[in-house]
Nanobody, 116 residues
């Protein structure tokens, strides 16, 4: 079954860190650029970071550059998002998907809440 399962979210104080994981089925993951996205209530889902299949090329939203790091383990069909120096404005539900995203592949996401 084609699915994406995000995990690793939680409640953290400002300045703290979290590491998100996204496990994907092979058909979704293999040979594709993968990305992380986030959404807050009332706002559109926004791009956070992406990583090419090789892992050699990454891209970040301006708001997270220098604080977040995306990586992937192709043997495990898993993509990660290391989030450091978290701020209250990073509070959101975080999702992974191919980049550009495929509508039918959105999972449940994982909630990240950063307290001030």
């Amino acid at each position: 079954q084609d699915q994406l399962v995000e995990s690793g979210g939680g409640l953290v104080q400002a300045g703290g860190s979290l590491r998100l994981s996204c496990a994907a089925s092979g058909r979704i993951f293999s040979s594709y650029t993968m990305g992380w996205f986030r959404q807050t209530p009332g706002k559109a889902r926004e791009f956070v970071a992406s990583i090419q299949w090789s892992g050699l090329s990454t891209s970040y939203a301006v708001s997270v550059k220098g604080r977040f790091t995306i990586s992937r383990d192709n043997a495990k069909n898993t993509v990660y998002l290391q989030m450091n120096s978290l701020q209250p404005e990073d509070t959101a539900v975080y999702y992974c998907n191919r980049h550009p995203p495929v509508l039918g592949y959105w999972g449940q996401g994982t909630q990240v809440t950063v307290s001030s």
